[in-house]
């Protein structure tokens, strides 16, 4: 076999991996790419809800936002219930959004109203201590920070004061349920498939280290939150 011949054959050898390894990342991406989607979709309907306008007008004083777009009563677990999240963050110098960061929360049933199995939520991140939080692997909403429901309809409450300002619904019924009592934790192995490498929250939301162009939907969509307020 000739050097020409062999650099032909190892070039296409090296095309083959590429082609078979793209698909299988994307694979790998799967579930973090739909929720991000998800969430795209969840604070849209919560940005354009008529009866949440501190939302809309305190956007920009937010430090960062939480958004889960399914959180499900598993009565099995004890009345226990759970669901995934995501954060963004932003920068206080540029103004710029960075993230996704993922996160898992565990609350207790008795943070669902009656009747009410599944439930949506946007949380408004206030406070550097609210912030401080996120960096952290573990934090418990109502313990180590504060957190309040947000404020529905058109005379809304302006004073409100908490680290968390969180916003719930569930098939129309708002305040289907109170994160306080819930933890979140971050959800690491989620973090590295979709940014593919091993990174830490701090990395993603305060470093700004890795980037993901799936996501510009959902930070274009925070950040002109953040420029209309």
Known sequence: MTRATLRTTRAALLLAVVAVSLPSVAFAQADQRKLVSTATLTLSGFLNDPDMPWLRN????????????????AGFIIGGSGGRALVLARNPKTGKWSGPAFYVLVTGSVGFQAGVSVSETVSLVMTAKGLDSLLSNSFKMGGDVSVAAGPIGTGAQSDLVADFISFSRSKGIYGGLNLDGTVASTADEWNRIYYGRAVTVPDILIRESVRNKQANELINVVAAAAKQS
């Open 58 to 73: 305190n956007f920009n004083r937010a430090k960062a936002v939480l958004i889960a777009p399914q959180i499900t009563r």
